[in-house]
């Protein structure tokens, strides 16, 4: 029996229709692909901020665990986990983007100018507990000047959304250092930041950075 022209329309809009269908399923699939980190531009300077600040927050993690033992000072029992959910942030990039990268153990870097740096502030901050404050906030004004210059070098926008969180909390722990270092008729002054910019991080509120 042959079908009726009005049968024939139909099967031919359900065929139109499901092809449509199928176009746009791929359509979305190809703009969540584009979405993707793994499509974004990556330049050799991003992939060497990556690994520098991985091990920059680890000279952080690794020195604050070390003047803990020595102290047992809220600041350093408390930040010491900070610094391991930074480089956790880093670490969540490096893996999303396919670089390859190696965490020594702790108190061991790659980079000669951290190990020098970690080697230094070990030995000062072991000294006593005004040092070893000093040494914190040191640690956190270093990592405020060197997120910034990553920060004015790239265009990325993970590393930029990163980057600023990890700031921000070097922020939080600058302000915390401070505090134990004044509260103990104490002062500190900045290393790398300019006096202006410290200033303006001290005076400012405790902030919310994740």
């Known amino acids: 029996m042959k079908k009726s022209l009005s ?4 099967l031919l809009l359900v065929f139109v229709l499901s092809l449509s269908f199928l176009s746009a399923c791929s359509d979305d699939d190809g703009d969540n692909t ?9 330049t050799e300077s991003d992939i060497n901020a990556l690994l520098f600040m991985l091990e920059e927050e680890k000279l952080a993690r690794d020195t ?5 033992n020595e102290w047992y000072l809220n600041q350093f029992a408390n930040i010491k986990n900070s610094e391991q959910a930074h480089m956790d942030a880093v670490e969540n990039l490096l893996i999303q983007y396919d670089i ?9 870097f790659a980079n000669q100018t951290l190990q020098n740096y970690y080697n230094q ?7 006593s507990q ?15 000047v060197d997120l910034r210059d990553h920060l004015e070098a790239t265009t990325n926008s993970d590393l930029i959304s990163v980057f600023n969180s990890l700031q921000c909390g070097s922020k939080n722990h600058l302000r915390s250092f401070v505090f134990g270092i004044e ?12 006096l202006e910019e410290y200033n303006a991080i001290i005076n400012g509120s405790h902030e919310q950075c994740f």
């Open 183 to 194: 509260n103990t008729g104490n002062t500190y002054l900045p290393q790398f930041l300019s």
């Open 130 to 144: 005004a040092n070893a404050l000093q040494i914190g906030a040191t640690i956190e004004d270093l990592d405020i």
């Open 100 to 108: 390859e990268y190696t965490i020594l153990p702790e108190g061991v």
């Open 7 to 10: 049968t024939q329309l139909t």
């Open 64 to 68: 604050y665990r070390y003047l803990n």
């Open 34 to 42: 584009n979405g993707n980190v793994l499509n974004q531009t990556l």
């Open 121 to 127: 502030f070990i030995l000062d901050g072991s000294l």
